[in-house]
T-cell receptor
């Protein structure tokens, strides 16, 4: 079946703009994760959903970052008033359970000018 | 909190030679351990994982890794590398609390260069 998909693949935003990044997990996967990967770094955990419940948002860097998964499937990561330090690749991953393998999407590369 | 250290930022290996990428973790209990590979412009692909049981884990593309509790290590090995193995390799540790997953903690990665 299809893997995890993310859109857009690339996003350029002017500083101060709001952006929304979409993640379509593998069908039936209960768990969904968002990570941020800065240039030359490993991914860093942002937030975790189990179905529609956001169980952990401890990695969100500020209150400008907001994630939702209202129907327990597609998820959106929203960044308000973007800043240059938000420039990174945002990765989404899904798994069939909390302890199962996480399958990653190709990521969205966000560039804030 | 858990952490992962990949001491080698870059490694250069000749095609056909053996490979070992180092990974050390810090966590109070037995973690779940993973190796992922990332090619340019691509997402992360799982090579192998360790949850419990046999400490020598076989993965895809001819890779294997050995969990050594006494050394807090989970090194990745391959007996003979191919040019297509050139990529970024990430070691990660997973911690799962009663309420669900806490997400993976990744190392900074090792960039593998293959010399012809």
């Amino acid at each position: 079946g299809a893997g995890v998909s993310q859109s857009p693949r690339y996003k350029v935003a002017k500083r101060g703009q709001d952006v929304a990044l979409r993640c379509d997990p593998i069908s039936g996967h209960v768990s969904l994760f968002w990570y941020q990967q800065a240039l030359g770094q490993g991914p860093e955990f942002l937030t975790y959903f189990q179905n529609e419940a956001q169980l952990d948002k401890s990695g969100l860097p500020s209150d400008r970052f907001f994630a939702e998964r209202p129907e327990g499937s597609v998820s959106t990561l929203k960044i308000q008033r973007t800043q240059q330090e938000d420039s990174a690749v945002y990765l989404c991953a899904s798994s069939s359970g909390a302890t199962d393998t996480q399958y990653f999407g190709p990521g969205t590369r966000l560039t804030v000018l | 909190a858990q952490s992962v250290t990949q001491p080698d930022i870059h490694i250069t290996v000749s095609e056909g030679a053996s490979l070992e990428l180092r990974c050390n973790y810090s966590y109070g209990a037995t973690p779940y351990l993973f190796w992922y590979v990332q090619s340019p412009g691509q997402g992360l692909q799982l090579l192998l994982k360790y949850f419990s049981g046999d400490t020598l884990v076989q993965g895809i593309k001819g890779f294997e890794a050995e969990f050594k509790r006494s050394q807090s290590s989970f090194n990745l090995r391959k007996p003979s590398v191919h040019w297509s193995d050139a990529a970024e390799y990430f070691c990660a540790v997973g911690v799962y609390s009663g309420g669900g997953a806490d997400g993976l903690t990744f190392g900074k990665g090792t960039h593998l260069i293959i010399q012809p």
